[in-house]
């Protein structure tokens, strides 16, 4: 007898929406997560005002050295004195990089993982993204098209809140929609030059996950509408901004369904080669060093992308001695994520009259992929997506002329303003970009420590240098001047906080590990629905499409335990 | 409102200095030989500096200024709890380099000169740090201190940015009345 009907590893962005549709279902659920409690009434940090942290809230520079020279190097814009209890400490959790490459691992260890410190920007997939592999002959085929996600996708967005404009692009499928952040008069004005002078880009809201009309069943968890406050890296007492920590978790816990438990590391995953069925889940407690089996009748795997490779490669067997379920060699394998490191940057006038209320959060505008939709037109495979905005420069922090009482009236005025564009482009699938278990090393728990090979092909970089160009060229026809386009830099692999493709789904158990409801080739009752399931990237922010297909593979589980298949 | 002289003579004071101030020219000094022993990571001679353009850059006007919101207190505390030694010996060296710049300019210790003149001579090398081809990085940086503490501050963000802490709703398109 199990102890649970289903075990969920991890309690992030797609472990939480696991918890929630398995619980609803009715399954008793078992959520481990690896790293402490958040509770937000005491661990938030959203109500302080600027004046109630010391030093700018800054963490202190030996500090970053000594714990975080990773996480800050990697969103120093995120990681302040107040909120750096939701970093992870690198020197805490350590990881390895192959010898000449280099990897951003960004993580938080906590209720709610990464879904407390993303930036919510949330986009679907279309047919472009699930037949892109076929197209052109990278990685392997999605084993899924979009019509099969969309009930999904819309089932996920009622649930989760979207602030978005529906735009009718075939490329980037609407979403179900709560009303957008309205574009500045800036970035109407940008939009209109730019769609006049390249009729096949849009310039659209950013889709981002706040609650801008709450519905009464979220609201009936607590959550009500965003307060433009802009504190959302520090959580948000409101619950306004889409987390599983603010959401989906209370929802399964209503359920009565839901039992938690936390600092529990997993080491390896159980499996019975007589029955082909995993049976439980073996952790050390983060503080007690204890270890303990939990067992259960079908395993979720959520532990993000490199962890969940990380715990298949840790349960070798009989069956499987180089790792569950890595029958094809692909476990650890086509580890992908986003690319950034083009953009410009411009002045526009016209404007010095105006002024902004609030302080919108995550983004304004976006530019959806406009390359290579109706055929290969650009030197480059794929695409990309701008993210960016206009807004007035305001406080320059110091970094103006004058002083006296010039330069004290200077800063109440909102100042020129200023617009900024970045790309987000598609990495191509690689099988040679690889978490490996360190053939010695191992983290304080005893638990091998990720070895991370990851390096960008021909194709990221020529992009990025098209895209850098393109920037330049939009912000010219939108009348901007002082525009500056540093030198492509292309982001450290990882920096997007965007890692997927480790355990791939795909039509054939040779090549891929999962078919397509996320479910493991080669047992049944062993799902993975983080960023690990991704057959490719696309280039759109991808927690929403975990979440659609967390949802959907919850409910076939839900089926196939009803039915007596598991 | 407490004066700008008074609120130097309530720190001198409060460390303990018992000088009678009779005049706001050469406050600073007499105040750089009182403060040494209560700030953390100041000498005596940096943190007169520190508050002497601290007041001139962010004077009190109708609003708080640099002084009433502590913006040196403020300062010291981040040397002391966020730089390390590097930014510490780079912030000592600005200091180091901007009073020699102001004590060149205001011909003779900067920290004795008038109002007027020590007003004239940080507003011409501020000019010059920040034109096209100026190099006073040192300089800039200290000032963005400036700014940034006192922004940082109830006075400063509230008084004088009228920072609201829950905004509630977003207006993309405020027009700025003349």
């Known amino acids: ?566 | 409102m407490r004066t700008r002289r008074e609120i130097l003579q309530g720190l001198i004071v409060s460390i303990g200095g018992a000088t009678a101030l009779t005049a706001c020219d050469g406050v600073a000094n007499v105040f750089s030989t009182q403060l040494g022993s209560s700030t953390r990571f100041y000498t005596s001679a940096e943190y007169a500096l520190v508050t002497r353009i601290s007041d001139l850059i962010i004077p009190r006007t109708e609003t708080p200024g640099a002084l009433d919101a502590n913006v040196p207190g403020y300062m010291d505390g981040l040397m002391t709890d966020w730089a390390n030694s590097e930014t510490k010996n780079a912030h000592r060296m600005a200091l180091s380099q901007i009073k020699g710049e102001l004590d060149r300019r205001a011909r003779g210790n900067f920290l004795d000169a008038s109002d007027s003149v020590a007003e004239q001579s940080l507003a011409a090398f501020d000019e010059e740090a920040f034109a096209e081809d100026g190099d006073a990085s040192g300089y800039k940086r200290v000032k963005g201190y400036v700014s940034q503490s006192y922004f940082a501050t109830e006075d400063g963000a509230s008084e004088e940015l009228k920072w609201v802490a829950v905004p509630g709703r977003w207006n993309p398109s405020v027009k700025i009345s003349s």
């Open chain 1, 1 to 566: 007898m199990a102890d649970f009907d289903a075990i969920v590893v991890g309690s992030g962005m797609s472990g939480g929406m696991s918890a929630k549709e398995l619980t609803e279902r009715g399954l008793k659920v078992l959520v481990l997560e690896r790293g402490p409690e958040i509770v937000p009434e005491r661990d938030y940090v959203d109500n302080l005002a600027p004046w109630e942290s010391p030093n700018l809230d800054s963490v202190a520079q030996d500090e970053i050295a000594e714990h975080y020279p990773k996480q800050y190097g990697g969103v120093a814009y995120a990681i302040k004195e107040s909120n750096k209890h939701f970093w992870v400490k690198d020197d805490e959790h350590p990881y390895e990089e192959a010898e000449g490459t280099s990897y951003d691992w960004l993580r938080g260890y906590h209720t709610g993982g990464r879904s407390i410190m993303w930036s919510r920007q949330v986009y679907r997939l279309s047919d472009l993204d699930f037949n892109a592999n076929k197209t052109d002959g990278y990685g392997v085929d999605w084993p899924i098209r979009y019509k099969e996600l969309e009930p999904w996708y819309e089932k996920v967005e009622t649930f989760i809140g979207i602030a978005g404009s529906a735009e009718g692009l075939p490329q980037l499928p609407d979403s179900v929609f709560q009303p957008a952040f309205e574009l500045t008069d800036a970035e109407k004005a940008i939009k209109t030059k730019v769609e006049m002078t390249f009729p096949e880009r849009n310039i659209i809201a950013a889709r981002v996950a706040h609650l801008t009309d709450a519905t009464d069943e979220q609201r009936s968890l607590g959550r009500s509408n965003c307060q433009v406050r802009n504190r959302c890296h520090f959580g948000c007492s409101f619950k306004a901004y889409f987390s599983s920590l603010n959401a989906t978790l209370p929802a399964a816990e209503r359920t009565g369904n839901l039992t938690m438990v936390h600092n529990a590391i997993v080491s390896s995953i159980e499996y019975d080669a007589e029955t082909n069925r995993v049976t439980g889940v073996r952790i050390v407690d983060a503080i007690t060093n204890e270890k303990r089996l939990y067992t259960s009748k079908v395993i979720f795997l959520n532990a993000s992308t490199i962890a969940s490779a990380m715990i298949l490669l840790q349960s070798k067997s009989e069956a499987f001695p180089t790792g569950l379920v890595n029958r094809s060699d692909q476990v650890g394998r086509n580890l992908m994520d986003h690319v950034s490191g083009a953009g410009a940057v411009g002045m526009i006038s016209g404007f010095d009259n105006q002024k902004v209320f609030g302080r919108r959060p995550s983004g304004g505008i976006y530019i959806p992929r406009y390359a290579n939709l109706k055929g290969q037109d650009k030197p480059y495979l794929r695409g990309f997506g701008f993210q960016g905005g206009s807004s007035p420069l305001g406080n320059a922090g110091g970094q103006i002329a004058g002083i006296g009482r010039d330069f004290k009236e200077a800063h109440k005025n909102p100042g020129p303003w200023r617009v900024n564009i970045g790309a987000f482009g598609e990495q191509l699938p690689n099988p040679e970009n690889r978490v490996t278990l360190h053939s010695s090393k191992r983290d304080r728990w005893g638990n091998p420590l990720a070895l991370l090979h990851v390096t960008y092909s021909e194709n990221e970089h020529t992009m990025l240098e098209e895209a850098s160009k393109d920037a330049v060229a939009m912000l010219e026809a939108a009348g901007c001047t002082n525009i500056t386009a540093n030198d492509v830099s292309l982001t450290k692999p990882g920096n997007r906080i965007h890692e997927m493709g480790s355990a791939r789904m795909g039509h054939d158990p040779e090549s891929s590990v999962l078919n397509s409801w996320c479910q493991a080739h080669d047992v049944p009752n062993l799902f993975i629905t983080d960023g690990s399931f991704m057959t490719s990237a696309a280039c759109q922010n991808p927690s929403l499409t975990y979440m659609a297909f967390s949802a959907r593979a919850a409910h076939y589980a839900a089926d196939l335990i009803a039915e007596g298949t598991l």
